[in-house]
Structures are given as C-alpha cells and as structure tokens.
C-alpha cells in the first residue's frame, strides 16, 4: 500500500497523533499488508515502526486506526502490539469491539420478522445502520437454541435469508466513526450479484497484477474425537454410525461402546504419539 497518512485514535475516538512517512518529524510505519476478506468485507492491517518515536506510546491495544484508501473509508481496533526497545508490530481489525466481544443469547422469533426486526433485537444499541437492504420484503420465523458473538449472530442472520451482509465504515471529517454500516445483499447466483462486482472483464496474472501467493495453516486447535455427554450424563454409547466423505472413504466414525465420534481420516494424518494403538 502506498503512502496514507494514518489517524492513531484513543478510546473515545480522539486523535492522538499520525502515522506518515511523507512527514518528515512524523511516525513512519513500513512492511504494511492490508488485507480484504470476503465476509462482511472485513479486513485485517498489520504493519510496523519505530519504538523509539515519540508517537509510538499511542499505538497501544484498544486504541483505534482510520484512514482513506482507494476511495473507501478504513476503521480499525488494535488487537495485538508486539514490542522490542527498536520496533513495534501492530495487527488490527476491522470490526468493532460491540461485534467482536458481545454475545447474542438464544432467541426464536414470535412471528415472521424481517431483517430490520431481527437487527433491532440482535443490536439494540443499534450499533449498526442497515444501509442497502435487498431482502427488505422477505419476512423468516427461526430460532437459535446456542449463545454467539452478535457478529457471527448476523452473519447467521444473513444465511437465514439467503444475504450476505458487507461493513462499511464512514469517518467524519476528525478521522472519528461517523457510523457503521450494514449493506444487504441477496446471496450471489445466477440472477444477483451479492457483494462486490463482477470483474469476468480482468485476468489476474501471477508477476503483474498479483505479486505473490502466500498460504498459512496451524493445527492448534486440532481434535481428532470427543466424548459428547448431555444432561443428566447421557451419552452415545449404543450410536452405531459411519459418516463418509465424497471420494466414499470413512471420516467420521461411532461404534458401540466407545461413546465417542472419531475423526478417523484426522487420526491418521496426525497420529499421537503417545498412544500405540
């Protein structure tokens, strides 16, 4: 990303000082990816800068980043700060804490409801302005038995109506969040679009218009069985199933006896080391 100058932004929305390499006295920052997901156009910015600057204090966790890029608006939550005595690493996201750290609890529809019903419990403190709606004459009754982050409550939300929900930030002119903005869009198809636009008019080609492919992948949060056990310690001892794959191959697995559900095909390419069989 080129140059952009970079509010740094407290708690409480206050500017506090910028990040701008064309700024001689200001902080530089370098090695900056921005990152756009598909989901709700959500979007990840890391990048890093002196720790000796003056203005490096600011870049804390729960402080905020805004800027203008590409002719959109940019609002972002510092989530992690690594720092040594000569550099600061900052990662931040682009969702708002009230979507993040929030919980929606279960819920079932009295009637048939809309989109804009539903915001209305899910958001009370309308945290979120539902901007484009294109399921607004569509009405649903669902319910939801579990307890989910009001963000992943709407991404829910959105599935339930066939949409597909996009976040946009618009910044007053001080760099502060002006609102967030919730856009509605009838899930891609054949008839609609959904979020984004069709580019069938561009090629990408690797070394011109796409510099590099990077992939990442961890198993720390591998599980390869679990021992479900309800109410009043019932479990599933007697279940007698065998869950295949598409190429027909075993990959999930509950045998008499055993009480749990395996993950057979998980089991194999990650073998533990402490159990001979």
Not at 14 to 21: E, R
Not at 65 to 82: P, Q, S, T
Request: glycine letters at 8%.
């Amino acid at each position: 990303m080129e140059n952009v100058r970079i509010a740094i932004l407290n708690a409480y929305d206050k500017v506090c000082a910028f990040l701008d390499n064309a700024a001689p006295d200001a902080l530089h920052y370098y090695g900056d990816e921005l990152h756009s997901y598909r989901e709700g156009s959500a979007c990840t910015y890391g990048f890093k800068a002196s720790a000796r600057h003056g203005d490096a204090q600011y870049l804390a966790e729960g402080n905020k980043l805004a800027f203008r890029y590409g002719g959109r608006d940019y609002y972002f939550n510092i989530m992690k700060v690594v720092k040594t005595e000569y550099v600061v690493e900052v990662v931040a996201y682009s969702m708002m804490f009230e979507l993040l750290n929030e919980d929606a609890g279960e819920y079932k529809s009295p009637k048939a409801m809309s989109f804009q019903e539903y915001l209305d419990v899910f958001d009370p403190e309308h945290t979120l302005e539902l901007g484009v709606n294109e399921v607004e004459d569509k009405t649903v009754s669902n319910e939801w038995t579990g307890t989910s982050t009001i963000l992943a409550r709407i991404f829910s939300l959105a599935n339930v109506f066939g949409a597909e929900a996009e976040f946009v930030p618009v910044l007053a002119d001080d760099y502060s969040l002006e609102r967030l903005v919730m856009n509605v869009y009838r899930e891609h198809d054949g008839e609609n679009q959904g979020i984004g636009k069709d580019r069938r008019d561009m090629t990408l080609r690797y070394g011109v218009n796409v510099k590099g492919i990077r992939k990442s992948s961890d198993i720390k949060g591998l599980y390869t069985a679990i021992l479900p056990v309800g109410t009043d310690n019932l479990m599933i001892s007697a279940l007698d199933k065998t869950e295949l794959d598409a190429d027909g191959r075993v990959e999930y697995r509950s045998v008499p006896g055993d009480g749990c559900i395996r993950a057979v095909q998980a089991m194999e390419r990650f073998p533990s080391n402490l159990k001979t069989n």
